[in-house]
């Protein structure tokens, strides 16, 4: 998940001669907001038509917003970017510094930036080519009507697969690498199973890399279940690239895609087993109130005002639950000034109070969110707890929390013989190991997926895959 339902409350105050080889490069800086910092990065690059850049704000879990314009002249700097209404002007100084001003919202936030080191972003485990296994780009259909799927399949060379697995990506567009704040952890994942003997298929979100219309048209109503569809095609695709009757054939999904894993699997029995790496197992209103709660003490707002602001949301959340969408629509408008008129939300200052009563706007707007946050995957995960299961989540995760999602699926699988559990002391939602688990410190970390997640990723699979493998002397609940 990429903190896709987090409400941003550091940008409550937004509605959502230089060389090439001298500025091209991560621009990195904090702006002071409401008593607490946001980190923002400008990642610059040169091209045929001049510079190009992209804006980032790992604090918030934010990546890749689309900077309009770059001008670079003499040694001024200025950056616009449209989607935020904000823009960035600056003074280029020696020492690769960045002396300006951020203005969004008709206000001005002084932003000191600096060229990042190129060595604070290296990635060790990311594989290189030559590979010592077969690599393919592939397409295939989903299950959905008119949707057709791109990914990379790897194969073991010159063997027969000790099991193959489908890799579902979480929430919000990704490619098949599952990549976020320069990381691939779908590509480390796929390539340490590969050299394992696994057969892996890898592939890009619906709609990532189509035209705009095109995406539109595949995104417009698409939620989780929809989703689950595109994994069953992918399920197929690998199946008949092994051979029935080979490997055993199952799927692993990352957060939401956790919860895809599960969905696909109760509607397909031929789906061997499931891998649900900081999954979601609870109802998606309560993981988007955790989510916020953290967010909100970790950007320094203060316990009553954390409060107020997570009893509005529980409100709002309420709200939404009791209508379908069509229904919501029609009636958002009543329901937020209804909202906006009383306790909690008469008290918070204003741009909070609109930021908080605008998801009301999203959740009526966009089928992915109102389906997120009203639904609950439990029906799922029990009708696809029948093969083995393995529930993997990282005690500092800080956006699928790991007592929570890993306490519902043992008591939705109590009956189980063939699950196996484990939370894995100080890794965050990537399974890196971490410090605090805040999504701040993602990009900061060399390691992709820790060493100890692939090897029982590894080793559970393959002995899942493996026939008569499961009796039911196999469960571990990592306590």
């Keep these: 998940m990429r903190s896709r339902l987090f409400v941003l409350f550091a940008f409550c105050f937004v509605p959502l001669c230089a060389a090439a080889q001298d500025f091209a490069g991560v621009w990195e800086g904090a702006l002071s907001v409401n008593g607490g910092s946001v980190r923002l990065l400008f990642r610059v690059s040169a091209s045929e038509r001049g510079y190009e850049a992209v804006l980032d704000s790992p604090d918030q879990g934010v990546r890749g917003i689309p900077v309009d314009s770059v001008s670079v002249g003499g040694s001024e700097v200025v950056f616009g970017v449209a989607a935020l209404q904000a823009s960035y002007r600056g003074a280029l100084l020696p020492g690769d510094m960045l002396v300006g001003v951020f203005r969004q919202g008709g206000m001005d936030f002084s932003l000191l930036l600096r060229r990042r080191d190129p060595a604070a972003t290296a990635r060790p485990q990311e594989p290189r080519p030559p590979y010592p296994y077969v690599s393919r780009e592939v397409s295939f259909p989903s299950r959905a009507e008119g949707v057709t799927l791109r990914g990379t399949l790897t194969l073991p060379a010159g063997?027969?697969?000790?099991?193959?697995?489908?890799?579902?990506?979480?929430?919000?567009?990704?490619?098949?690498?599952?990549?976020?704040?320069?990381?691939?952890p779908f590509l480390v994942i796929a390539d340490f199973l590969t050299r394992r003997g696994i057969a892996v298929l890898r592939y890009d979100d619906r709609g990532f890399g189509v035209p705009e219309e095109e995406r539109r048209r595949l995104l417009e109503?698409?939620?989780?279940?929809?989703?689950?569809?595109?994994?069953?095609?992918?399920?197929?695709?690998?199946?008949?690239?092994v051979g029935s009757g080979s490997p055993q054939v199952g799927i692993l999904g990352h957060s939401e895609g956790g919860t895809v894993a599960f969905l696909a699997a109760a509607e397909e029995p031929r789906v061997a087993f499931v891998v649900s790496m900081a999954g979601l197992a609870v109802r998606g209103d309560r993981a988007s109130l955790r989510q916020n709660r953290r967010a909100m003490e970790l950007q320094g707002f203060d316990a009553a005002l954390t409060e107020a602001c997570c009893s509005l949301l529980e409100r709002?959340?309420?709200?939404?639950?009791?209508r379908p969408q069509e229904r919501l629509a029609a009636?958002?408008?009543?329901?937020?000034?209804?909202?906006?008129?009383?306790?909690p939300a008469v008290s918070l200052p204003r741009p909070v109070r609109e930021r908080l009563l605008a998801l009301l706007d999203e959740a009526?707007?966009?089928a992915?969110?109102?389906?997120?946050?009203?639904?609950?995957?439990?029906?799922?995960?029990?009708?696809?707890?029948?093969?083995?299961v393995l529930a993997l989540n990282g005690s500092l995760d800080r956006q699928v929390d790991a007592a929570e999602n890993l306490g519902a699926i043992r008591r939705l699988l109590a009956s189980s013989e063939r699950l196996t559990v484990r939370e894995y002391g100080g890794l965050n939602h990537l399974f890196q190991p971490c410090t605090t688990g805040d999504v701040s410190e993602y990009e900061t970390i060399g390691v992709t997926v820790a060493p100890e997640v692939l090897e029982e990723l590894a080793a559970w699979i393959a002995a899942a895959g493996a026939?008569?493998?499961?009796t039911g002397a196999a469960r571990s609940d990592g306590r």
């Design 316 to 322: 709002i959340y309420a709200e939404v639950r009791e």
């Design 331 to 343: 009636e958002c408008g009543e329901v937020k000034a209804r909202l906006a008129a009383a306790e």
């Design 221 to 241: 109503r698409a939620a989780t279940a929809d989703f689950a569809l595109d994994a069953l095609g992918a399920f197929d695709f690998l199946r008949a690239q």
């Design 467 to 470: 026939e008569g493998a499961w």
């Design 368 to 388: 992915w969110v109102y389906r997120f946050l009203t639904f609950d995957p439990s029906e799922a995960i029990a009708r696809a707890g029948g093969r083995p």
């Design 159 to 184: 063997e027969r697969p000790a099991a193959a697995v489908v890799l579902v990506t979480g929430s919000g567009q990704q490619n098949r690498d599952e990549e976020v704040f320069g990381h691939k």
């Design 364 to 366: 009526a707007s966009n």
